[in-house]
């Protein structure tokens, strides 16, 4: 049982707005991710947290930022968006930073109008 | 260039008839190679995670295997309900801890 849930399901916002999508993670996973997914693509990684510090990030811009909770928590939040952010965000826990599974959560689908 | 491909890019089958899905690889320092499972507008499910060549991976009618450079993932006598998005991913050294996503193989079994 993976234990990752993430809020809202769904989201429409309009082009310069800003967003906060939210994920919380399995008890005990002290690593998280966040994938962007466009329609028909497979997941592309956006960046990831452990214990509370950025451990990597992929080809995005500084925009897309994020923030680790003790809690197990986390937040990915997107400045200045544009219609090409339109996607589905995944977010993706796992107990450390080795070669580990991740476990996803269903995603935020967000629309840019 | 680092690369995960997927091929093919849709396959349609009737239900029984077995089939394979690639997933072919070209990255250096392999860490490990998973097998997600993705329903439309759902997060993907993860099926199984290979670590070295020669390794094989199996839950029911899943087969998934490893060499070198691409992994298989071996579908036999589908249902309709295995219709879906097969994605694999790989963890390599120079990734770091992030996973490379390939774009996936849309599985259609009919009735």
């Known amino acids: 049982e993976t234990g990752v849930t993430q809020s809202p399901t769904h989201l429409i916002k309009t082009r310069g707005q800003q967003v906060t999508l939210r994920c919380s993670s399995q008890?005990?996973?002290?690593?998280v991710s966040w994938y962007q997914q466009a329609l028909g693509q497979g997941p592309q990684f956006i960046f990831q947290?452990?214990?509370?510090?950025?451990?990597g990030r992929g080809n995005f811009p500084p925009r897309f930022s994020g923030l680790q909770f003790p809690n197990y928590s986390s937040e990915l939040n997107v400045n200045a968006l544009e219609l090409d952010d339109s996607a589905l965000y995944l977010c993706?826990?796992?107990?450390?930073?080795?070669?580990?599974?991740?476990?996803f959560g269903p995603g935020t689908r967000l629309l840019v109008l | 260039e680092d690369q995960v491909t997927q091929s093919p890019e849709a396959l349609r089958l009737q239900e029984g008839e077995s089939s394979s899905l690639n997933c072919s690889y070209t990255v250096s320092g392999l860490r490990g190679l998973f097998w997600y499972r993705q329903d439309p507008g759902k997060g993907p499910e993860f099926l199984f995670t290979?670590?070295?060549a020669g390794e094989e991976k199996e839950k029911e009618r899943l087969k998934a295997t490893l060499t070198k450079k691409e992994s298989f993932l071996h579908i036999t006598a589908p249902k309709p309900e295995d219709s879906a998005t097969y994605l694999c991913?790989?963890?390599?050294?120079?990734?770091?801890?992030?996973?490379?996503f390939g774009p996936g193989t849309r599985l259609s079994v009919l009735p």
């Open positions: 993706a826990s796992s107990p450390g930073t080795a070669q580990e599974t991740q476990y």
């Open positions: 947290y452990y214990r509370e510090e950025e451990n």
């Open positions: 991913a790989v963890q390599a050294a120079n990734y770091g801890q992030n996973f490379v």
């Open positions: 290979l670590y070295s």
């Open positions: 008890s005990g996973h002290n690593t």
